[in-house]
């Protein structure tokens, strides 16, 4: 029987209310008396030399009331990067400045030159035409290998070269790793590009600073996955403004996907701005604006080898990557080709021998940053792709050879250096295998065939790591943050209760799961619960939503104070019922004496607290409220199997998805409902990426895929009726709620089955093609069949 | 957006009267001007609306059996009312989203002559005619390359005349980001002979494959194209596809309209 409320309840999500009739508070909704409008001059060139910036004729235009540019900011912090990573060498990587305005030169198309504050947009941006710009265009660098050989313009004249680092892991194995391709019954080889992406949350991002000059109060209003790390990020590195001087608040948040993840020159500009002026300073995003400005995804170019012993077993796998950073390092950039993507190198599989070579460059492109995923969908994507070819050549069924190299004892130390708890990649498999209707592929493809459409089957599993931790571990690695959460369950007199939680959810349901916990755990109904989260000065100091990490970090969190208020309320339910605080159980919302019909309910309790007259003074404080913050011990580790079946048209080639089937192991599931939607999401982003979209520049360093006209988006006809299944369930070993996350495995998922069942439907077709380099477009397809 | 005039004129004379001001730009259903405008790529003085002017709206059957369609008809309104002409119908049914198709004008359609838009293609396979206040032009001479036509300034189209062929069709291969025709072919046929137009692909804007025509109007079957080819010289190149790709879409297209006639 499902449940219809609590944990495992598919609660209807109660933010949908407001999300869908436009009642929502975004960022934008945000006007404040008095507030100006900000518009950025931006570069259009990828790299040129700022000669001079004449501003005096738009200084005088009507209604301007300051330019600021680049020479107003001396004096002031670089946007920080929140990792270092150290190379091969023992040497920490290269990190060049990174000035809220170009200070010098421009290094990417979009670069903001000068900002316009005025009393409408219009007016700013009037005025900012007017603004006389003297830049002398410097050659780009796009391409990243290019821009690591010798002689190659460098985008930082202070940095030795474009090579912000170049790291292996784990390096003393390189050797080993070395040796066993050298001596393997067989290798195969797979070059491929996992393609550059702009994440198009449907909100553009936006900013609104606003001072109090009565009490010298900064406050940030922003659309932001983590508002206490932007107030760290950006209060203590960039414009020195203490903590408590500094409120940042991000409302309803129309989706981040990882690029609101990170602290960006504007949110800075409007915060300095609005002290300066003394007057609040917005910034609303165009969508041009947010293609050549939010923190672009992906953007790596591999070459992964996978060497077999003679019975098929995976013996060892080098790869070597080229991860474009941008032409500046955004917020967690170098730990998103690194940490998140060389430590995954082990996939499910046992292969025992693993080398990673990652090498960051910069380029004159937009900084690249964590997209939903993050260095798990690259690690992912390349491990299946390359399994997959190894099938091929070897002649064998690529399920089998999955099979055939699971990892099967937990908990079991990966040779990258992380230690997965749990799973049951089998029994994933198997799921796979039912509700996929493999064994009716035949006939199905044998259908497709007499329409004149060859039918292709892509099978591929992943793992991927969550809820990253612990904090004194990713320290060592380079993390200049903390990685728990925190949360304040604040029970009313009443018995309400208000959870002040550090995630932060823009579009997961945290406001509809989260309750389920507490209601579950007080026996009480979730609909006396409310979630508080995203404004620095009500909710503890957390660090936001990212990595599918809520439910298994602050989550934790939540559960280890409500665990607190457990206790306290029954020491006060004790003292009502007169009975020893050892024989209180809680059930149902009614507190009761062991073996007795004695109860008192939770809101006598709660009352009790907050009107203390017949309370234990002596013993205990009265009012009802506790905080919690949880560092977890290790990842977790979501993993799953994901079936793709395509339909290629041989003369036109292009693609479409006719069925994809995803069975996961998220462990213990909130809320089955929310879990589904959020694999539908990911999928759907997965098959994006796969099929369509593509962040492209020209050697010059111009996007060409500057907006919707040119960046394809999935969308509903895009993407077939997806059968998602999530029954398959080895809770999480280390966090007291078992949960694993799931908010990022569809994207990590889905990419290498399209691929897998593209060039499966083309073989099938006599066509010797062994690998497509996404997105899978038409064009490339057709080429590749007649190519071949 | 800078600032312009507005007007909202009820007849085409008058219209007319208000595009007399220098720089004064005509307004259909807005599709792709007002985007323009936003980006602050095109700076009217004036905005001459040509909503107001029911002469301008609506299809009806000519004289001679031909669909006339008023220049500022929405496609939508093609759609749904252009019955006499099927092929046609369901090319205005397909073009953009329901937004704008509930906007959009077969009048600013041809007056843009987008290289990759969808109208051009149906006029110049039907050899329609453009009707504007001043004259009657030939598609034949209407379009001449990508963006530009036989217009003169402040000429307006007023209705464009499509006669009816026995079999049509048109085949529209999208681009995947725009969803505009990454190439479209138009196939129709009269008791004359059959007439080819092609949009998406070449450099030029739309165009007549005259060899398919010939071929056609011998026999009118896909097979009749078999030995024909298509240059990829001299066709748009760019991210979403190579000359050589929409020159190879040229063919299967067209086969697969003349099939589906
Ligand atoms: C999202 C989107 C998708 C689209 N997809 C497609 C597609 O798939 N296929 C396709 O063909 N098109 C597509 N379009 C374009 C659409 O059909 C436009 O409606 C059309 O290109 C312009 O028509 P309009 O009436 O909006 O003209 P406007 O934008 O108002 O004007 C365009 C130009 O024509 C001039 N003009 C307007 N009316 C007249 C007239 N009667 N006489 C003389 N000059 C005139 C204007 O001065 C201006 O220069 C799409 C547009 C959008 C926004």
Same mark, same amino acid.
């Given at each position: 029987?499902?449940?219809?409320?609590?944990?495992?309840?598919?609660?209807?999500?109660?933010?949908? @209310?407001?999300?869908?009739?436009?009642?929502?508070?975004?960022?934008?909704?945000?006007? &404040?008396?008095?507030?100006?409008?900000?518009?950025?001059?931006?570069?259009?060139?990828?790299?040129?030399?700022?000669?001079?910036?004449?501003?005096?004729?738009?200084?005088?235009?009507?209604?301007?009331?300051? #330019?600021?540019?680049?020479?107003?900011?001396?004096?002031?912090?670089?946007?920080?990067?929140?990792?270092?990573?150290?190379?091969?060498?023992?040497?920490?990587?290269?990190?060049?400045?990174?000035?809220?305005?170009?200070?010098?030169?421009?290094?990417?198309?979009?670069?903001?030159?000068?900002?316009?504050?005025?009393?409408?947009?219009?007016?700013?941006?009037?005025?900012?035409?007017?603004?006389?710009?003297?830049?002398?265009?410097?050659?780009?660098?796009?391409?990243?290998?290019?821009?690591?050989?010798?002689?190659?313009?460098?985008?930082?004249?202070?940095?030795?070269?474009?090579?912000?680092?170049?790291?292996?892991?784990?390096?003393?194995?390189?050797?080993?790793?070395?040796?066993?391709?050298?001596?393997?019954?067989?290798?195969?080889?797979?070059?491929?590009?996992?393609?550059?992406?702009?994440?198009?949350?449907?909100?553009?991002?936006?900013?609104?600073?606003?001072?109090?000059?009565?009490?010298?109060?900064?406050?940030?209003?922003?659309?932001?996955?983590?508002?206490?790390?932007?107030?760290?990020?950006?209060?203590?590195? @960039?414009?020195?403004?203490?903590?408590?001087?500094?409120?940042?608040?991000?409302?309803?948040?129309?989706?981040?996907?990882?690029?609101?993840?990170?602290?960006?020159?504007?949110?800075?500009?409007?915060?300095?701005?609005?002290?300066? #002026?003394?007057?609040? @300073?917005?910034?609303?995003?165009?969508?041009?604006?947010?293609?050549?400005?939010?923190?672009?995804?992906?953007?790596?170019?591999?070459?992964?080898?996978?060497?077999?012993?003679?019975?098929?077993?995976?013996?060892?796998?080098?790869?070597?990557?080229?991860?474009?950073?941008?032409?500046?390092?955004?917020?967690?950039?170098?730990?998103?080709?690194?940490?998140?993507?060389?430590?995954?190198?082990?996939?499910?599989?046992?292969?025992?021998?693993?080398?990673?070579? @990652?090498?960051?460059?910069?380029?004159?492109?937009?900084?690249?940053?964590?997209?939903?995923?993050?260095?798990?969908?690259?690690?992912?994507?390349?491990?299946?792709?390359?399994?997959?070819?190894?099938?091929?050549?070897?002649?064998?069924?690529?399920?089998?050879?999955?099979?055939?190299?699971?990892?099967?004892?937990?908990?079991?130390?990966?040779?990258?250096?992380?230690?997965?708890?749990?799973?049951?990649?089998?029994?994933?498999?198997?799921?796979?295998?039912?509700?996929?209707?493999?064994?009716?592929?035949?006939?199905?493809?044998?259908?497709?065939?007499?329409?004149?459409?060859?039918?292709?089957?892509?099978?591929?599993?992943?793992?991927?790591?969550? *809820?990253?931790?612990?904090?004194?571990?990713?320290?060592?690695?380079?993390?200049?943050? *903390?990685?728990?959460?925190?949360?304040?369950?604040?029970?009313?007199?009443?018995?309400? #209760? +208000?959870?002040?939680?550090?995630?932060?959810?823009?579009?997961?349901?945290?406001?509809?799961?989260?309750?389920?916990?507490?209601?579950?755990?007080?026996?009480?109904?979730?609909?006396?619960?409310?979630?508080?989260?995203?404004?620095?000065?009500?909710?503890?100091?957390?660090?936001?939503?990212?990595?599918?990490?809520?439910?298994?970090?602050?989550?934790?969190?939540?559960?280890?104070?409500?665990?607190?208020?457990?206790?306290?309320?029954?020491?006060?339910?004790?003292?009502?019922?007169?009975?020893?605080?050892?024989?209180?159980?809680?059930?149902?919302?009614?507190?009761?004496?062991?073996?007795?019909?004695?109860?008192?309910?939770?809101?006598?309790?709660?009352?009790?607290?907050?009107?203390?007259?017949?309370?234990?003074?002596?013993?205990?404080?009265?009012?009802?409220?506790?905080?919690?913050?949880?560092?977890?011990?290790?990842?977790?580790?979501?993993?799953?199997?994901?079936?793709?079946?395509?339909?290629?048209?041989?003369?036109?080639?292009?693609?479409?998805?006719?069925?994809?089937?995803?069975?996961?192991?998220?462990?213990?599931?909130?809320?089955?409902? &929310?879990?589904?939607?959020?694999?539908?999401?990911?999928?759907?982003?997965?098959?994006?990426?796969?099929?369509?979209?593509?962040?492209?520049?020209?050697?010059?360093?111009?996007?060409?895929?500057? +907006?919707?006209?040119?960046?394809?988006?999935?969308?509903?006809?895009?993407?077939?009726?997806?059968?998602?299944?999530?029954?398959?369930?080895?809770?999480?070993?280390?966090?007291?709620?078992?949960?694993?996350?799931?908010?990022?495995?569809?994207?990590?998922?889905?990419?290498?089955?399209?691929?897998?069942?593209?060039?499966?439907?083309?073989?099938?077709?006599?066509?010797?093609?062994?690998?497509?380099?996404?997105?899978? +477009?038409?064009?490339?397809?057709?080429?590749?069949?007649?190519?071949? | 957006?800078?600032?312009?005039?507005?007007?909202?004129?009820?007849?085409?004379?008058?219209?007319?009267?208000?595009?007399?001001?220098?720089?004064?730009?005509?307004?259909?259903?807005?599709?792709?001007? /007002?985007?323009?405008?936003?980006?602050?790529?095109?700076?009217?003085?004036?905005?001459?609306?040509?909503?107001?002017?029911?002469?301008?709206?609506?299809?009806?059957?000519?004289?001679?059996?031909?669909?006339?369609?008023?220049?500022?008809?929405?496609?939508?309104?093609?759609?749904?009312?252009?019955?006499?002409?099927?092929?046609?119908?369901?090319?205005?049914?397909?073009?953009?989203?329901?937004?704008?198709?509930?906007?959009?004008?077969?009048?600013?359609? /041809?007056?843009?002559?987008?290289?990759?838009?969808?109208?051009?293609?149906?006029? /110049?396979?039907?050899?329609?005619?453009?009707?504007?206040?001043?004259?009657?032009?030939?598609?034949?001479?209407?379009?001449?390359?990508?963006?530009?036509?036989? /217009?003169?300034?402040?000429?307006?189209?007023?209705?464009?005349?499509?006669?009816?062929?026995?079999?049509?069709?048109?085949?529209?291969?999208?681009?995947?980001?725009?969803?505009?025709?990454?190439?479209?072919?138009?196939?129709?046929?009269?008791?004359?002979?059959?007439?080819?137009?092609?949009?998406?692909?070449?450099?030029?804007?739309?165009?007549?494959?005259?060899?398919?025509?010939?071929?056609?109007?011998?026999?009118?079957?896909?097979?009749?194209?078999?030995?024909?080819?298509?240059?990829?010289?001299?066709?748009?190149?760019?991210?979403?596809?190579?000359?050589?790709?929409?020159?190879?879409?040229?063919?299967?297209?067209?086969?697969?309209?003349?099939?589906?006639?």
């Amino acid at each position: 029987m499902p449940k219809d409320s609590g944990i495992g309840a598919s609660s209807k999500r109660r933010e949908d @209310v407001r999300f869908l009739t436009g009642t929502g508070q975004y960022t934008d909704d945000i006007n &404040i008396h008095g507030q100006t409008y900000v518009y950025f001059l931006r570069s259009d060139v990828a790299h040129g030399k700022i000669n001079n910036i004449d501003t005096s004729a738009a200084a005088a235009m009507p209604g301007v009331v300051r #330019i600021f540019t680049g020479a107003d900011f001396e004096g002031i912090g670089s946007i920080p990067c929140g990792w270092q990573v150290t190379d091969r060498h023992g040497e920490p990587m290269q990190e060049p400045a990174h000035p809220v305005l170009a200070q010098g030169k421009v290094r990417h198309v979009g670069d903001p030159i000068a900002a316009v504050v005025a009393e409408s947009l219009e007016q700013a941006r009037d005025a900012a035409e007017a603004i006389d710009l003297d830049i002398e265009e410097l050659p780009a660098v796009v391409d990243m290998k290019a821009a690591l050989s010798d002689g190659a313009t460098k985008v930082h004249d202070d940095l030795s070269s474009n090579l912000c680092y170049d790291w292996g892991f784990v390096e003393e194995n390189k050797g080993a790793v070395d040796e066993a391709i050298k001596n393997a019954a067989h290798v195969t080889t797979l070059e491929l590009v996992n393609n550059r992406l702009v994440a198009n949350p449907m909100e553009p991002r936006v900013a609104v600073g606003d001072y109090n000059r009565a009490n010298d109060e900064s406050t940030l209003f922003t659309t932001s996955q983590n508002p206490h790390v932007i107030r760290l990020l950006m209060g203590a590195f @960039v414009l020195g403004i203490p903590e408590h001087k500094l409120r940042v608040v991000a409302p309803d948040v129309g989706g981040g996907f990882g690029t609101k993840i990170f602290h960006y020159a504007e949110e800075a500009f409007c915060t300095f701005a609005a002290r300066q #002026i003394n007057r609040p @300073v917005k910034w609303t995003a165009s969508r041009s604006e947010a293609f050549m400005s939010d923190a672009h995804g992906r953007d790596h170019v591999t070459k992964i080898e996978l060497a077999l012993d003679a019975d098929n077993n995976f013996t060892a796998v080098r790869t070597e990557t080229y991860a474009n950073m941008g032409a500046y390092l955004s917020t967690f950039a170098p730990s998103v080709p690194t940490w998140l993507h060389g430590t995954l190198m082990a996939g499910n599989y046992k292969t025992p021998l693993i080398y990673v070579n @990652v090498k960051a460059v910069f380029t004159n492109t937009v900084p690249v940053d964590a997209y939903r995923g993050a260095g798990r969908p690259e690690a992912t994507y390349q491990l299946e792709r390359v399994i997959d070819k190894a099938a091929r050549e070897l002649g064998v069924d690529p399920i089998a050879l999955r099979r055939q190299n699971f990892i099967t004892e937990f908990p079991y130390a990966t040779p990258v250096a992380v230690e997965y708890d749990t799973g049951n990649y089998p029994a994933t498999m198997d799921k796979l295998e039912e509700i996929a209707d493999l064994s009716g592929f035949d006939a199905r493809r044998k259908a497709s065939e007499a329409k004149g459409k060859l039918r292709g089957l892509g099978v591929n599993c992943y793992i991927e790591a969550c *809820g990253i931790a612990p904090s004194n571990l990713v320290g060592q690695l380079g993390a200049r943050a *903390g990685l728990y959460d925190a949360a304040t369950v604040r029970v009313n007199a009443t018995g309400t #209760i +208000s959870v002040m939680v550090g995630a932060h959810s823009h579009g997961q349901g945290h406001e509809t799961a989260f309750p389920q916990v507490v209601a579950e755990m007080l026996g009480i109904d979730e609909n006396m619960i409310d979630i508080v989260h995203g404004d620095s000065s009500k909710i503890p100091f957390g660090m936001g939503t990212y990595g599918s990490r809520s439910i298994a970090v602050c989550g934790s969190a939540m559960v280890r104070a409500t665990e607190k208020i457990i206790n306290k309320a029954k020491k006060i339910a004790s003292h009502l019922l007169e009975a020893s605080e050892a024989d209180i159980e809680l059930k149902d919302g009614q507190f009761s004496v062991a073996g007795t019909d004695k109860s008192v309910a939770w809101g006598d309790v709660t009352l009790a607290a907050y009107v203390p007259h017949n309370y234990p003074l002596e013993d205990i404080e009265p009012g009802l409220e506790e905080t919690a913050f949880y560092d977890p011990s290790n990842f977790t580790y979501p993993s799953g199997a994901y079936a793709c079946e395509v339909e290629v048209d041989p003369e036109t080639g292009k693609v479409t998805i006719e069925r994809f089937a995803a069975a996961d192991d998220f462990g213990n599931v909130i809320n089955p409902m &929310i879990v589904t939607g959020q694999v539908h999401g990911g999928i759907g982003q997965g098959i994006g990426q796969a099929l369509l979209e593509n962040c492209a520049y020209d050697e010059n360093g111009q996007l060409l895929s500057a +907006s919707y006209m040119d960046y394809a988006m999935p969308r509903a006809s895009d993407v077939p009726f997806y059968t998602v299944d999530h029954s398959c369930q080895t809770p999480c070993t280390h966090n007291p709620l078992g949960v694993k996350g799931c908010g990022e495995a569809g994207a990590i998922g889905s990419p290498p089955s399209v691929v897998n069942a593209v060039v499966d439907a083309l073989q099938s077709g006599g066509h010797n093609v062994t690998h497509i380099d996404m997105p899978v +477009s038409p064009s490339r397809v057709w080429a590749a069949m007649n190519n071949a | 957006m800078y600032n312009f005039d507005f007007e909202k004129p009820s007849t085409i004379a008058d219209a007319v009267a208000a595009l007399a001001t220098e720089d004064a730009q005509a307004l259909g259903g807005g599709q792709t001007l /007002l985007p323009t405008m936003k980006q602050r790529l095109a700076s009217p003085s004036k905005i001459v609306s040509l909503s107001g002017i029911s002469e301008m709206q609506g299809v009806c059957k000519g004289d001679d059996g031909s669909v006339c369609i008023g220049g500022a008809t929405t496609h939508a309104t093609v759609a749904a009312s252009a019955s006499e002409y099927p092929a046609l119908a369901a090319l205005a049914s397909n073009i953009g989203d329901p937004a704008v198709r509930n906007r959009g004008t077969i009048g600013g359609s /041809l007056a843009n002559n987008d290289p990759a838009a969808c109208y051009p293609s149906a006029a /110049l396979a039907s050899g329609a005619t453009i009707v504007t206040n001043a004259r009657q032009i030939a598609a034949d001479d209407y379009f001449q390359g990508m963006f530009t036509t036989a /217009l003169n300034e402040g000429e307006i189209i007023t209705e464009v005349r499509f006669p009816v062929p026995e079999a049509a069709n048109y085949q529209k291969f999208e681009q995947p980001a725009s969803r505009f025709a990454m190439v479209g072919v138009f196939v129709a046929k009269y008791a004359d002979g059959v007439r080819v137009a092609v949009t998406g692909a070449s450099e030029e804007g739309v165009f007549r494959w005259t060899e398919a025509e010939a071929a056609l109007s011998a026999d009118f079957s896909a097979h009749a194209l078999e030995g024909l080819s298509v240059s990829g010289e001299g066709m748009i190149n760019d991210l979403h596809g190579s000359g050589e790709y929409r020159a190879h879409l040229v063919k299967v297209l067209t086969k697969r309209a003349v099939a589906a006639c």
